[in-house]
Nanobody, 123 residues
Framework: QVQLVESGGGLVQAGGSLRLSCAAS????????MAWFRQAPGKEREFVAR????????YYADSVNGRFTISRDNAKNTAYLQMNSLKPEDTAIYYC????????????????WGQGTQVTVSS
């Protein structure tokens, strides 16, 4: 498994931006997919965005497509989630996850998780 540590959450007004970071430790990091999920109070954890580490190929949930951007820095073993035009409904705990190359959009596909970082968007 990969150890993941998120940072960058906080409180922001609607329309604002935040950038989340996910630092990972893995010698064979190139085989992984990285993803961001989020979980709001009383709701199930939902997929936000995914990146294939080797190619940089990305995929987004419809709810964030065009507003959020997932990226990675190979040298730093770090993934990022740039969140723009934030809405109150984006309020949630955001989790970074790592999984094998076939991992899709289901949380069960990913076998390593960070501790989560809170994002709160005020109206």
């Amino acid at each position: 498994q990969v150890q993941l540590v998120e940072s960058g959450g906080g409180l922001v007004q609607a329309g604002g931006s935040l950038r989340l970071s996910c630092a990972a430790s893995a010698r064979t990091f190139s085989i992984y997919r990285m993803a961001w999920f989020r979980q709001a109070p009383g709701k199930e954890r939902e997929f936000v965005a995914r990146i294939r580490w080797s190619s940089g190929l990305t995929y987004y949930a419809d709810s964030v497509n065009g507003r959020f951007t997932i990226s990675r820095d190979n040298a730093k073993n770090t993934a990022y989630l740039q969140m723009n035009s934030l809405k109150p409904e984006d309020t949630a705990i955001y989790y970074c996850a790592a999984g094998p190359g076939r991992a899709g959009v289901d949380a069960a596909d990913f076998d390593s998780w960070g501790q989560g970082t809170q994002v709160t968007v005020s109206s």
